[in-house]
């Protein structure tokens, strides 16, 4: 009995034994001093080695090579700033553009002495500000910009101070070549390529901010270009001869656009004072706002050609009509009159070209209230315009519109609506009837005017051609009427508000001309805010005197450039409609109008 308990417990005592004996003879072996028995095993621990330390050189070489963008990519990744495609002029002109640059990046957690690295990175990088580092170095964040676009001379002088924890990344930085030529235009993009007004934010709502969230990693050589409708060197003489006439007459603004009437396309604009997107800061400057979307203003004696248009195509008048305008125009405690006055019954012409407030009161109550606001509709004037531009604004309607509106607004006053809408409707005007809308993008006429409606007859369009053709010739329109371009305007000067009030000693001035009148194909609008008398002008402040003058020059020096040369005859038969139902030179006033 005892024996057979026993023996299960002395068979596993011995097993144990022998796996002791052979483990350390394992070891003795292993350890063992014969080289000759040792020499295999020193190559193969060797050869492991090597390898080892090879792995650990090659992922040393890779992270000192790679590890800056690494971490830059993963912790900023959602800040870098985006390609943006180039921005173009209509004859492949860069208007804007991105270049690569380096920034500056730190990774506050791997600062060791934080205030060492506010001093060295503030000495080589003066403008950044050494309090806002240092608290926000004094974070747990993982990544931190401390300063974008860097110049090659300050990334060399931060990478000489070798600070662990800063690194570089490089980025794309949006520039605008041309400074402040177009820059109402061209808006501009931030620091992480966002763009925040003009062509630069319409851009981003058409896909290319939804391609960058989505992760698309993209480049200027993948993003086709835009082209826009600018032309850069009309553009620029147009901001030439405006910021010289601005100065000339001291005004506090100006604007100048020039619109091609049959595709709708913005060749040149320039609102003064402007900014350069280059140093995006000064767009915030209230003062610098786009005057020809943004602003809405009463466009003066330049809607009188809306008002004589819309009473020529409803059949109330015709250009043999005679507008009794021989007493000034009284409605309830309210009096118009005119700046020129006759004292006379005049013809249709003769309101135009002597800019009479009440004739064109006397042709809107002929059309009646519902009539007039139902044209104006229909002109686009009474709703927003919309184009390429975000920055837009709705016009100023008057709330309760009554025949004494009628009668105002018929001649510039009490509708306050954008300039490039008023272009807009003066384009449809001359371009044989069709309202176009603008844009500030490439386009042909026929795809300009595949979706547009008639709004006028031609032979409208062609009667207000030539009562802005006849304006030029007697009219308060001579001072622009440049010799070979045959050019038909109006001008229009209206008593600015302030302080709800018309005040009589300020006036916002406008002039609109068409190039060439027989068959326009642009339209030019100058306007003027608070332009001062001069010597010269014998003290008037008057639209001819300020926004005509401009336009003149800016006729004279930018036709060539849109390859349109002055002629040295003049066309025989401009107006073939109106010829053939029988109107010529016998409409024309026996004498003209003055410089209004």
Same mark, same amino acid.
């Given at each position: ?27 003795? %072996? ?22 080892m330390n090879g792995v650990i050189a090659g992922k040393l070489i890779y992270f000192g090579l790679h590890q800056e963008q690494s971490i830059g990519a993963k912790r900023g990744g959602d800040v870098i700033a985006a390609a943006r495609p180039d921005i173009l002029d209509r004859n492949g002109e860069i208007l804007a553009t991105d270049i690569k640059v380096m920034s500056v990046f730190a990774e ?7 205030d060492e690295a506010v001093e060295l990175l503030t000495a080589v990088l003066p403008d950044v500000d050494a309090n806002d580092l240092r608290k926000r170095l004094g974070t747990r964040k993982g990544f931190i910009w401390v300063k974008r676009a860097v110049t090659p001379k300050q990334q060399q002088e931060v990478y000489r101070l070798g600070l662990p924890g800063v690194g570089f990344l490089p980025?794309? %930085? ?66 030439? /001869? ?15 656009? *020039? ?38 203003? /009463? ?8 008002? *004589? ?204 001309? *068409? ?40 006729? /004279? ?6 390859? *349109?040369?002055?002629?040295? /005859? ?27």
């Amino acid at each position: 009995m005892t024996d057979r308990f026993d023996s299960p417990g002395k068979d596993r005592a011995g097993a144990k034994a022998q796996r002791a004996h052979r483990l350390g003879a394992f070891f003795a %072996k292993l350890f063992a001093t014969d080289l000759t028995k040792s020499r295999t095993r020193i190559k193969l621990v060797a050869c492991v080695f090597i390898a080892m330390n090879g792995v650990i050189a090659g992922k040393l070489i890779y992270f000192g090579l790679h590890q800056e963008q690494s971490i830059g990519a993963k912790r900023g990744g959602d800040v870098i700033a985006a390609a943006r495609p180039d921005i173009l002029d209509r004859n492949g002109e860069i208007l804007a553009t991105d270049i690569k640059v380096m920034s500056v990046f730190a990774e506050p957690r791997r600062i060791i002495d934080k205030d060492e690295a506010v001093e060295l990175l503030t000495a080589v990088l003066p403008d950044v500000d050494a309090n806002d580092l240092r608290k926000r170095l004094g974070t747990r964040k993982g990544f931190i910009w401390v300063k974008r676009a860097v110049t090659p001379k300050q990334q060399q002088e931060v990478y000489r101070l070798g600070l662990p924890g800063v690194g570089f990344l490089p980025e794309n %930085k949006r520039v605008y070549p041309n400074g402040p030529i177009a820059a109402h235009v061209l808006g501009f993009a931030n620091l992480d390529g966002v763009g925040i007004s003009g062509l630069e934010k319409y851009i981003d709502g058409q896909g290319l901010a939804d391609l960058h969230g989505a992760g698309f990693s993209l480049t200027p050589e993948t993003l086709a270009p835009i082209t826009t409708s600018l032309d850069l060197k009309a553009t620029y003489a147009v901001r030439d /001869e405006l910021a010289k006439g601005v100065a000339k007459f001291k005004a506090k603004s100006g604007a100048a656009v *020039i619109l091609d009437v049959n595709t709708g396309e913005v060749i040149a604009m320039a609102s003064l004072p402007d900014y350069d997107p280059n140093t995006p800061a000064d767009a915030l400057d209230p003062n610098h706002i786009n005057r020809v979307s943004v602003g809405v203003y /009463e466009m003066g004696s330049t809607f009188k050609a809306i008002s *004589i248009a819309m009473a020529l195509d409803l059949g109330k008048v015709n250009l043999n009509t005679r507008v009794d305008a021989r007493d000034s125009l009284r409605y309830g405690h309210f009096t118009i009159h005119d700046f020129h006055a006759q004292h006379r019954m005049l013809t249709v012409p003769e309101v135009f070209t002597y800019s009479s407030n009440i004739g064109a009161a006397r042709l809107a109550l002929m059309v009646g209230v519902e009539g007039h606001k139902a044209f104006l509709r229909k002109m686009g004037q009474l709703t927003r315009l919309h184009t390429e531009l975000p920055e837009t604004a709705d016009p100023l309607v008057p709330k309760n519109w009554g025949e004494l509106n009628t009668m105002t607004i018929a001649f510039g006053q009490g509708l306050n609506v954008s300039p490039l809408q008023a272009m807009m409707a003066v384009g449809a005007l001359s371009n044989g009837g069709i309202l176009v809308n603008p844009t500030f993008l490439k386009r042909n006429a026929e795809d300009a005017k595949r979706d547009a409606p008639r709004v006028v007859k031609p032979e409208t369009s062609e009667s207000l051609r030539y009562l802005m053709r006849l304006n030029a010739e007697i009219g308060s329109a001579k001072m622009a009427n440049v010799q070979g371009y045959f050019i038909g305007g109006k001008t229009g000067t209206a008593d600015k508000i302030v302080h709800g009030h018309y005040a009589k000693d300020k006036v916002f001035t406008t002039f609109m001309a *068409i190039m060439p009148a027989d068959k326009p194909k642009y339209l030019i609008l100058t306007l003027m805010d608070e332009p001062q008398g001069l010597p010269e002008t014998g003290g008037y402040r008057t639209a001819a005197w300020n926004s005509g003058s401009v336009t003149g020059k800016i006729i /004279e020096r930018v036709g060539p450039l849109l390859g *349109i040369p002055p002629r040295f /005859e003049l066309p025989t038969q401009p107006f073939p409609l109106l010829a053939k139902l029988g109107y010529g030179m016998a409409n024309i006033p026996q004498t003209g109008g003055r410089e209004h």
